[in-house]
């Protein structure tokens, strides 16, 4: 196995599964070390499988409504902003829910999102 084959090995392992406190979790499930209430709800872990139902009809529509509010970034799937709007498509949790997030969550989900858009299958 080259040093090439072996790092998309060690991504793929690490896309499955991470070690949190010794239990092996979904990579795409974060859990927020503190429970957040929204509408009434409490949640204490993000579920972004739904990314996997998402079609290029769905994130031109992020990248047209992020261009309407004035994002006009180049490279829009990199921001934090693309991210949240692709959570909230895959969550079904309205936008105003991420807003509120504390920064290592937000962070933890713009890291799975740019995860998903850019691994290789």
Request: hydrophobic content about 45%; cysteine-free.
């Amino acid at each position: 196995m080259d040093k090439m084959e072996k790092e998309q090995a060690d991504v793929a392992v690490v896309e499955k599964a991470e070690v949190m406190g010794g239990e092996v979790e979904d990579f795409w499930v974060i859990p927020l070390k503190k429970p957040v209430r929204f509408e009434g709800e409490t949640y204490d872990r993000i579920d972004l499988t739904g990314l996997h139902e998402i079609k290029a009809a769905d994130m031109v529509a992020i990248n047209r409504r992020m261009s309407r509010s004035g994002n006009v970034d180049a490279t829009q799937e990199f921001t934090l902003e693309y991210a949240l709007n692709m959570a909230n498509l895959a969550t079904g949790l309205p936008l105003e829910f991420f807003d509120q997030l504390p920064p290592y969550a937000a962070m933890a989900i713009r890291g799975r999102v740019t995860s998903f858009l850019f691994r290789q299958e």
